[in-house]
């Protein structure tokens, strides 16, 4: 199985994308996902090697208008419920 590569996308790249990377990880670990989580600001997310991102509603199309993978938009980043909802076939159909 090959470890994918995941963004967790803020405008800034520090607080928010970093509360999405941990919770994104806790939904991969409950669910026996190997994945690697990185964080970056929204500047950089388009030309960052990756194979899924995550980020909020607000920044989602500006982002998937400029990549070729998926990206999913979470309102609320530490609900778990909705990261698993959105993401988690996206990220067992990458594996």
Known sequence: MKKIKILAVCGFGVGSSMILKMKVEEVLKENQIEAEVFTTDVGSATSTPADIIFTSQELEKGI????????I??????????????GLEVVKSLL
């Open 73 to 86: 938009g979470i309102k609320n980043f530490v609900n778990k419920k909705e990261i698993e909802e959105k």
């Open 64 to 71: 998937k208008d400029k990549v070729e993978i998926p990206v």
